[in-house]
Nanobody, 122 residues
Framework: QVQLVESGGGLVQAGGSLRLSCAASTRTSSSYAMGWFRQAPEKEREFVAAVNWYGGIKYYADSVQGRFTISRDNAKNTVYLQMNSLKPEDTAVYYC???????????????WGQGTQVTVSS
């Protein structure tokens, strides 16, 4: 089992940046694909970004392409989401996820973090 803990959320002005971190409880997470999802009130959870276990394959939602960057540091058991040029519509709870298979844009992940709130004001 893998425990995931997100951090780095907060309040930021539109156009600003935030860097989210997701720390895994075990080194075995280095063999997992990792993803970021988000959920706004009254909306379904949506895909944001994903990276495979070695970092060579990355996917992004169209809505964040060019603004967000997913990366990972397996030595630190951590995955990051660098968010630039933030927009009010990026406001949501952001969740980190892990799966033993390949990276995917679907919600078919095995483990989920507790989420961290990101609020973008205008």
């Amino acid at each position: 089992q893998v425990q995931l803990v997100e951090s780095g959320g907060g309040l930021v002005q539109a156009g600003g940046s935030l860097r989210l971190s997701c720390a895994a409880s075990t080194r075995t997470s280095s063999s997992y694909a990792m993803g970021w999802f988000r959920q706004a009130p009254e909306k379904e959870r949506e895909f944001v970004a994903a990276v495979n276990w070695y970092g060579g394959i990355k996917y992004y939602a169209d809505s964040v392409q060019g603004r967000f960057t997913i990366s990972r540091d397996n030595a630190k058991n951590t995955v990051y989401l660098q968010m630039n040029s933030l927009k009010p519509e990026d406001t949501a709870v952001y969740y980190c996820a892990a799966r033993s298979g390949g990276a995917t844009k679907t919600a078919l992940y095995d483990y989920w973090g507790q989420g961290t709130q990101v609020t973008v004001s205008s």
